[in-house]
């Protein structure tokens, strides 16, 4: 039988997929040394294993590759020691790499805007910057995005790696809790062709009635929302929940109730909800 290979310095599992290739691979380590697991049982397993830890590498393979800038904007995201800058005392968030959006979800974040001819983005939540400037790639020359984002520092982190690209000039960064941010747009008669939220999980159910109540997005209009599956928890029992995975479980239930948006939820990363304001 053969064993998976372990991967080295990769980040932590944090898709519902990644999370499930792991424990795959753990249960080959198990089945390796078990003497009475019969060859069929080991091989199926290990088929199991390829079937899942081939998903996401291939998807990676055969899609457009990122942009140099975005390729180097998540150098530097990776290579920032998050654990060192935050402490739980200075952030409401623990930040760390797993937060970036990566080249899957950002070239499909890329294309939704090509397809809907977006003029005007609003992302709520911003980190480093890396759907942000995936998505103002794919604006028009005069197309602009208002990225909110509570940490100064990685407003300046990702403001910084912004300059590195011709479209990083269409992005505007609102340094801010987002609702306030958001109460502040809607204040000033502001409306969005595409909306991404990607933000504090607990209030993703007041950002959708705000950005809907105060007619930030339009009929017609869009928003995407990140982590709608949450490493799985949505789904699983209750008591497998965190608070964020009870949040984002009540999230998904209140967009299906809502009579304003039609959805669908793809199983992309950890999740994706495509939600149109009828």
């Known amino acids: 039988m053969t064993i998976a290979p372990q991967k080295e310095n990769t980040a932590r599992p944090v898709t519902p997929l990644g999370i499930l290739v792991q424990q795959l691979q753990q249960i080959l380590e198990l089945v390796a040394k078990e003497q009475n697991i019969s060859l069929e049982v080991a091989a199926k397993i290990q088929q199991v294993w390829q079937l899942a830890a081939g998903i996401d590498p291939y998807i990676e393979a055969v899609s457009t590759e990122e942009s140099a800038a975005l390729a180097a904007l998540a150098k530097k995201t990776c290579a920032e020691p998050w654990e060192k800058r935050f402490s739980d005392q200075e952030t409401v968030r623990q930040l760390e790499q797993e937060m970036l959006s990566g080249h899957l979800e950002g070239q499909t974040l890329k294309m939704f805007v090509h397809m809907t001819k977006a003029k005007s983005i609003l992302e709520v939540g911003m ?41 990083g000039r269409k992005i ?24 991404f939220i990607d933000a504090d999980k607990k209030e993703y159910v007041d950002y959708f009635h705000l950005l809907l109540d105060a007619d930030l997005v339009p009929s017609g209009g869009f928003i995407c929302v990140d982590n709608t599956l949450l490493q799985g928890q949505p789904y699983l029992p209750p008591d497998q929940r965190t608070p964020n995975g009870e949040a984002i479980a009540q999230f998904n239930r209140i967009v299906a109730a809502d009579p304003r948006v039609e959805q669908v939820l793809l199983p992309l990363r950890d999740g994706l909800t495509i939600i149109r304001r009828i």
């Open 127 to 167: 980190f480093t910057g890396y759907s942000a400037l995936a998505m103002a790639e794919a604006l028009p020359e005069d197309g602009r995005l208002v990225a909110c984002e509570v940490d100064r520092y990685v407003a300046d982190f990702a403001i910084d790696c912004f300059q590195a690209s011709p479209h």
């Open 172 to 195: 505007s960064v609102e340094v801010a809790p987002a609702m306030e941010t958001l109460q502040k747009l809607a204040a000033a008669k502001e409306s969005f062709d595409l909306v």
